[in-house]
């Protein structure tokens, strides 16, 4: 039996080449029609004729009301694909709204109510569409980390954030990269005071707004307000929240988690690195599985396990090596690995 640590992706996952993976594996037809008859309620176009659409559209599937609602769905339709024959899950993680999806697949919330929590939040996002995000590399193409660059661009957002005009944080440290939140104008200085890197960063994200910072308090209300604490309950398997936690099956407190939840997970910086490196460390998996939709994270994976030494690696290339030797990382989005686990 192979263990796993299983990732759950976060916005920005569903674009053009993954129209229709819900059509294409989404296991349980009658889950999904459960999940439109939510969308249907709120007045929303469902997932399946979004999914189903004959061409994808920038304008559309990436607006926060869509985009959750589909990434999630297409997480959780690939965690039902799970093999556990052969794999044996032992923990849960996610990036950034992928804590939504975990929250679902560690047992948390319920399917249906996991759902809820996804399109919510994500709505209550786009209806508010605080800020905005833009990522930039601070280790070079060859994943060797740079510990003293990262602290000088951490320093440069830390005093641009400080100037009376500007907003600007650290929204997700995210493996090699880090993903920085704020308003026009900190971001716009930020881009400014750095040199451009590999002809592409800094890179805006669109459709995104100012995750994980204080500028999401406003929508962090309106959530606790419309989830109520009683949707969550004891976890199945250990959850690793995005501050490195772990969330324990029978030992977690469910009013805390729904205050994590809907409060420091939406307006604190995610650490998506750290909970990467508490999961290797504390549970040793034969194999990290990446849930889809997409196939963007892996590198992100990559990147945050190398700073920990996880099994001796210090470079891309020591990834690649032990990646061919051994199929350490599995990314469900992607047809010649899928096939590992599902």
């Not at 939510?38 to 997932?47: D, F, I, K, P």
């Not at 469910?254 to 910086?269: I, K, N, R, S, W």
């Amino acid at each position: 039996m192979t263990t796993a640590v299983v990732i759950c992706p976060g916005r920005g996952t569903y674009n053009a080449p993954e129209l229709g993976y819900l059509g294409q594996h989404f296991p349980d037809a009658a889950l999904l029609a459960a999940f439109d008859a939510q969308r249907e309620a709120a007045g929303q176009e469902t997932l399946s004729a979004l999914d189903g659409a004959g061409r994808f559209s920038m304008a559309k599937h990436t607006r926060g009301d869509n985009a959750s609602g589909l990434i999630f769905a297409a997480s959780y339709g690939d965690f039902l694909c799970i093999d556990r024959e052969r794999i044996e899950v032992v923990a849960v993680t996610g990036n950034s709204m992928g804590w939504y999806s975990a929250l679902a697949c560690g047992g948390a919330l319920s399917a249906a109510d996991g759902f809820k929590v996804a399109n919510t939040m994500g709505t209550l996002m786009q209806e508010a569409l605080i800020g905005g995000q833009l990522i930039h590399p601070w280790m070079d193409d060859d994943w060797v980390p740079k510990p003293q660059r990262k602290a000088e661009l951490l320093d440069l957002v830390a005093r641009i954030g400080a100037s009376a005009e500007c907003e600007l944080h650290l929204s997700i440290d995210l493996g090699g990269m880090l993903v920085l939140a704020g308003n026009a104008a900190g971001l716009a200085a930020f881009e400014s005071a750095v040199e451009p890197v590999q002809g592409r960063f800094p890179m805006r994200l669109g459709n995104h707004a100012a995750f994980h910072t204080p500028l999401q308090e406003p929508v962090a209300a309106k959530g606790r307000a419309s989830l109520p604490a009683d949707l969550f309950g004891q976890p199945d398997l250990p959850m690793i929240d995005g501050r490195g936690a772990i969330w324990w099956p029978g030992a977690s407190d469910t009013e805390a988690l729904h205050d994590y939840t809907l409060g420091h997970q939406v307006t604190q910086p995610y650490d998506f690195t750290r909970a990467l490196a508490v999961a290797a460390r504390e549970f040793a998996p034969d194999l990290f599985v990446i849930l889809g939709p997409g196939t963007t994270l892996g590198g992100a994976v990559a990147q945050s396990l190398i700073p920990a030494n996880w099994r001796g690696m210090a470079s891309k290339q020591d990834f690649r090596a032990r990646q061919d030797a051994e199929s350490i990382l599995a990314a469900m989005g992607m047809a010649d690995q899928r096939g590992l686990v599902a």
